[in-house]
């Protein structure tokens, strides 16, 4: 009960309020929304979709400027062939990169002036700290990404686009596929699970045992990969894999989540506790080309989410849903080995 209490508090006081006792460490200036400063440097006219593969040692970068419904692709080729979490840096024009084939996380810096075909060779290269890289997050001049491995870290870097370097290293307790970072605290999925975890004050722990400050489970979700949130919006996106790979129907069986009005649901739902279907809008079906959606980015300000389908191996977009959908996606185009995406908007 004690766990749950101080989650209340702490979350309540990340939303709109402040607790009579706040958590050690916690800066009561601090709120939900201020807090998404601190995340990507997002720009809303912004027009590129970046998009990882981890077979192919290319990266992709889609221009929407021409319509949701027909991108135009430029297609990067980077010295590594597997490569899964990516972020875009839009104070330096910078992608950082999982390089999974030698483990370490990577910079390309000018990646705006890149054209269709080039061969780039990375700005930055940082050290090798982790063992099964998978989705990351940039914030405040750093990037953490989730090592999925038993029990679970966090490896996060002070990066730039000539440099790499440690920051802090985390022991998390359990598997972890992706993460999303909100100001000063973060978002893991708990992998082979249906599990959210959060984070609170990330951004000032120290490298070491990481406890999460709560954890909820999705009603109906089966395994967890993807997460993205949108600030102004309040929605938080997940993805579904279904069923392992190997089994019947693991190709199809794939969806989306879509949890609207995010803070006061997860709140409601508290430590240990569940976001019902109920308090959901899903995307799943045979029209959707869902299969293995290993990673998601959503924009309300372009009304759209992005997905990176790895069963089907293509780039998916769909219109942001107001109802369950079994709903085909706006945009469908191979990517071979799609496994993480994010945007510059």
């Known amino acids: 009960m004690k766990k749950l209490?101080?989650?209340?508090?702490?979350?309540?006081?990340?939303?709109?309020?402040?607790?009579?006792?706040?958590?050690?460490?916690?800066?009561?200036?601090d709120n939900f929304e201020s807090n998404f400063s601190f995340n990507k440097q997002s720009n809303l006219n912004g027009t590129s979709i970046y998009v990882s593969s981890n077979t192919s040692g290319v990266l992709g970068i889609f221009d929407i400027s021409t319509g949701m419904m027909s991108p135009t692709l430029k297609s990067i080729n980077?010295?590594?062939?597997?490569a899964d979490g990516v972020e875009y840096d839009g104070n330096r024009d910078a992608v950082y990169q999982v390089?999974?084939?030698?483990?370490?996380?990577?910079?390309?810096?000018?990646?705006s002036r890149t054209s269709d075909g080039d061969l780039v060779t990375p700005s930055a290269i940082g050290p090798s700290s982790f063992t099964n890289g998978r989705g990351s997050a940039l914030y405040n001049n750093k990037v953490v990404i989730a090592d999925d491995i038993m029990p679970g870290r966090l490896a996060s870097?002070?990066?730039?686009?000539?440099?790499?370097?440690?920051?802090?290293?985390?022991?998390?307790?359990?598997?972890?596929?992706?993460?999303?970072?909100?100001?000063?605290?973060?978002?893991a999925i708990e992998d082979l699970t249906n599990i959210l975890a959060y984070f609170q004050n990330f951004h000032n722990a120290k490298s070491g045992d990481l406890p999460p400050t709560a954890e909820v489970a999705i009603e109906g979700l089966v395994r967890t990969h993807g997460l993205n949130y949108d600030t102004s919006s309040d929605t938080m996106v997940l993805t579904d894999i279904g069923s392992a790979a190997g089994m019947p129907n693991s190709a199809s069986d794939g969806a989306l989540i879509i949890i609207k009005n995010f803070t006061q649901k997860f709140h409601a739902a508290g430590d240990g506790g569940m976001i019902s279907l109920s308090d959901q809008i899903r995307i799943a079906g045979d029209m959707t080309q869902l299969g293995n959606p290993v990673d998601v980015a959503i924009s309300s300000s372009k009304g759209a989410i992005f997905v990176a389908e790895r069963a089907q191996q293509k780039l998916l977009i769909f219109d942001i849903p107001t109802e369950n959908c079994n709903c085909a996606p706006v945009y469908s185009t191979a990517f071979a080995g799609a496994s993480s995406v994010t945007t510059d908007f």
């Open 5 to 29: 209490a101080l989650f209340a508090c702490a979350f309540t006081a990340l939303i709109f309020t402040n607790c009579d006792k706040e958590p050690v460490g916690y800066d009561s200036s």
């Open 78 to 82: 980077v010295p590594y062939a597997d």
């Open 99 to 111: 390089n999974r084939t030698d483990k370490n996380l990577v910079a390309v810096a000018n990646i």
């Open 157 to 187: 870097y002070h990066v730039n686009d000539d440099q790499i370097s440690d920051f802090r290293n985390y022991n998390v307790g359990f598997k972890v596929w992706d993460v999303q970072v909100t100001g000063k605290d973060l978002w």
